[in-house]
Structures are given as C-alpha cells and as structure tokens.
C-alpha cells in the first residue's frame, strides 16, 4: 500500500506557522510531504516565527525551489494525493484563479486543478474585496476547497499553538487523515 503523497506550499501570507505545523501533523501521520516555499513566506517565516528554513525543509519529504519549474511536482504524470497552501496568498489565489502559472506553487497547482485532484487553499487575508471573493468562486466552481484558518473555539483552546494545530487538523481531515489534532465536537446537552 502506497502511503499519501502531498504537496504543501507555503505562500507570502501571515500565518506561515500553518504550513510549518501542517508538515509536522503530516510527518506524524507518515504522509509523503513535497514542499514548495515562496520567497515572501521566507522572510515570513523569519520574522513570525523561531523555525529556520533548513529546519522547515527538514520537515518535508522532498523540497523544491519555487523557481524550478521542471520540478517533479510540476508534471501531472507525478501522482499525489493533492496540494494544501497554507497559507496562501491573495496574489498566489488570482495566479491559481487565472491559470498564471509564475512560479513552482501556482504551476503545481495548475497541475492539480487539470488532474482533478484535491486542491485546498488555506487563504489569509481580511477584509476582503470583490476581486478576491470572485477569484475565490471560480476556484470553488471548480471544485477547490477555500478554507480559511477560522479558530474554532469550542474547542476551548487554551494557546495559539492549541488554536493552529485544531485548524491544521481540520485541514488534514480534507484528505482522510487524523493525526490527533482536533478535538472533536460531541454536542451540549440542554
């Protein structure tokens, strides 16, 4: 049996530390992890958070520069199980939304978008302005699963870090794959 095989991107948006504890969650779960990141959420993940990049490469499988666009991932013959930006930008969203193909994340994207596979896009931004709601529709039109990191807080986190691994779990959950992360709701009685 082949074990899940997932491409993580993490794009230019606040809230880099998704992307990073979404590849331990995956890590954890024994899911092959691709991992593109773009050059604004390096500087992002430097000042957001303690983690260094070779410290978030070494969380992945496979990492590739988000110039290589002859990257394996690049190639819809390279089958995987989907793709997960998180987060993702509004500028990589419109190049998704557009098919404007600039750079390893948006291409890889394409790819998952003409394989039929699963897309899920993890977007950062407030508020939001027409432009962005559209592009967010068309991707939905076509089947692309917009998933903001909205906290739940039933929950009852008790940190930030309780409130990003809840929404990394949820997203793990898109893909089938329960790493322990959420804490399920069960109801109220009344």
């Known amino acids: 049996m082949n074990p899940k095989k997932i491409i993580v ?63 394996a991932i690049a190639s819809g013959s390279f089958k995987t199980d989907g793709m997960i930006v998180a987060p993702c930008s509004m500028r990589s969203l419109a190049e998704i939304a557009t098919g404007n193909s600039t750079n390893l994340i948006t291409r890889a994207a394409d790819v998952i978008l003409k394989e039929r596979r699963k897309l899920v896009l993890m977007v950062r931004e407030t508020p939001l302005h027409s432009i962005h709601l559209r592009n967010m529709l068309t991707l939905s039109d076509m089947g692309v699963l917009i998933a903001p990191p909205v906290p739940a807080f039933y929950s009852k986190p008790a940190s930030i870090e309780a409130m990003v691994g809840h929404t990394v779990g949820r997203m793990m959950d898109l893909f089938d794959i329960d790493a322990g992360l959420v804490k399920r709701w069960q109801g109220v009685e009344v």
Request: aromatic letters at 6%; a negative charge.
């Open 9 to 71: 991107a993490i794009s230019g948006a606040s809230g880099a530390i998704y992307g990073i504890e979404l590849l331990k969650g995956l890590k954890a779960a024994s899911v092959e992890t691709h991992l593109v990141i773009s050059k604004t959420s390096q500087i992002t993940i430097a000042h957001e958070t303690d983690y260094t990049l070779p410290q978030v490469h070494a969380l992945a499988d496979h990492y590739y520069s988000v110039s290589d666009l002859s990257a």
